[in-house]
Each structure stands twice: as C-alpha cells, then as structure tokens.
C-alpha cells in the first residue's frame, strides 16, 4: 500500500472512535467506511514487468481512450492517453528504463481527464525520460477529482522500467507520448495495468525478439 492512505485511513478511524464512544456505533459506521475505502484506493500490488527488449509499458491503470500523432518539440509523435477512474490503481511507473532528463511541473485547470482539452490545459506533471536511444515523455494530468500529484524521482535518477515513480490521487489521466515509428500494441477501449501491459515497441527490434522466448518477467513488488 501507498504510505499515503494511511494519512487519510487513520484520521478518519481516529474520528470513528470519537463518534463511537460519544454517540453509537453506528453514526461511526461512515467514518469507518470511508477509512476502508482509502486504504482501498491507495493499494499498490505487486506487477510482473516485461523484459522483451524495446517494450514500452503502460505508466498507469486505466483504459486507453485516445491514440493519435502529436507534434512535440516540432517532432511528431505517437501519443497514448489513459484514463483512470476512481476505480483504478493510480500508482504510475516509468515506461522505459533510463534516467530522467526533465521533470516540469505545470499548474492548471481541473477539467474532466476525459475532455480532450485537459491534456493541454489541466493541472499536470510532464516527464522526460530517455534510455537505448529512445525519449518517451509521459504526462500526469489532474481530472475532475484530482487535485494532487505526485512524482518521486528527480532529474538525473535512474529508473528500471515498471519502476514506481509515483501517483495521481483520484481520477485521472495519463498520456505517453513516444516516436512516431513504434509498433504499437493497444487499441481505443483496451484496459491496461501500469508496469505490465506493453503498449508499444520501441527501437528495431525484430518479430523474434518481440516473442520473448526464454524471456524471465522482472517482479516489482512491495
């Protein structure tokens, strides 16, 4: 579990008891309910990460909405967006191994992560990371709920691919952005786990080393 369930899961059973003893039970039986929920949301489960060379995994839970060609810095791009509901594990992690080149903070609006304007306009966390010759950027954007983002890492750190880098609290999106010319593996309406699905192939890899054969996952787990 993410530490920070426990900061919204313990207050709230600290005012349960409160409640409890000072009425009944049952008028803290919503506190408690809440509490359960937060411990719920802020799980962080264990995820076999592929180590196909080239593969490029989701940075997040949720279903793929979009996929489309971008311009970035005037290079065009494949962009995939993901929308995470509340539902949803909303832990990110690093589609690449590399290091982390850029790390840009940008405020904004607070529009529903399904408008396709949020991507530009709401709140977010733009990432850069670069490794085997290839630049992947990926976007934490704030939806409708959210209202907190967080990123771990800073720049100059290395990351392994799947590694956790950090969390968007409550609904959510994420959008990757990576070279026009990678082998994508997702459609619209796919669901996909961060640290697990391969949305895509980077590099020249051939159809034989996209196969795995022999491959042994990598477990990145509490």
């Known amino acids: 579990m993410v530490p920070d369930g426990y900061y919204y899961a313990v207050p709230l059973v600290g005012a349960a008891a409160l409640i409890g003893w000072l009425t009944s039970p049952w008028w803290a039986s919503p506190a408690v309910l809440l509490a359960v929920f937060f411990l719920w949301f802020f799980r962080d489960p264990t995820r076999v990460v592929p180590d196909t060379a080239g593969a490029l995994v989701s940075p997040a839970d949720g279903k ?46 607070f529009l529903n992560a399904m408008n396709a304007n949020s991507a530009r306009l709401n709140e ?28 771990r890492k800073d720049v100059g750190d290395a990351v392994a691919r799947g590694e956790r880098v950090g969390l968007i609290k409550f609904g959510s999106r994420v959008d990757v952005l990576m070279d026009s010319s990678a082998r994508l593996q997702v459609k619209v309406g ?8 391969v949305l895509a192939y980077l590099g020249a890899a051939t159809t034989g080393e996209l196969v795995g054969k022999n491959a042994e996952p990598v477990r990145h787990g509490a």
Do not use: M, W
């Open 190 to 197: 796919d669901r996909v786990k961060g640290g697990s699905s």
């Open 124 to 151: 977010q966390n733009v990432v850069t990371v670069e490794g085997d010759g290839q630049t992947v950027v990926f976007k934490q954007i704030a939806g409708l709920l959210a209202r907190r983002i967080v990123f």
């Open 64 to 109: 793929v909405t979009d996929i489309s060609q971008v311009l970035s810095d005037g290079k065009p791009r494949a962009c995939i967006s993901i929308f995470l509901n509340v539902f949803d594990v909303h832990v990110n992690r690093s589609p690449i191994a590399g290091v982390i080149r850029e790390v840009r903070y940008q405020t904004g609006q």
